[in-house]
């Protein structure tokens, strides 16, 4: 029962430091636009992996744990060019997926 406490306690005092933590979507990405992260979608909502990921943004934006790609590297036009290709791939993977689960 004394290791359960202290664990409890360990695991809140950890929780406590996200601002993210229960937050819903919508919340999550104007916190984490405060760290310079952006989760929205082109029509300004949050994207659909936020409530998954907002944590683990958050702690990377903030240095709790990990950390974000440097900017300045994805200006880089060939790694910007092969990110968006890599983008497209993975919509049309998605939208073909889509299209099959329908079926």
Excluded: C, W
């Excluded at 310079?36 to 949050?46: K, L, S, Y």
């Excluded at 907002?54 to 590297?73: C, W, Y």
């Excluded at 990110?83 to 993975?90: P, V």
């Amino acid at each position: 029962p004394i290791y359960e406490d202290m664990l409890r306690e360990l695991i809140e005092e950890y929780e406590s430091q996200f601002l993210t933590a229960g937050a819903a979507p919508e919340e999550a990405v104007k916190i984490l636009l405060r760290l310079g992260i952006d989760f929205r979608a082109e029509d300004g909502h949050p994207l659909n992996s936020t409530r998954y990921l907002q944590r683990q943004a958050e702690a990377a934006g903030r240095g709790i744990k990990g950390s974000l790609p440097d900017v300045e590297l994805l200006r880089d036009e060939k790694l910007l060019a092969v990110l968006l290709d890599e983008r497209e791939l993975f919509e049309q993977d998605k939208r073909q997926a889509n299209k099959n689960s329908i079926k």
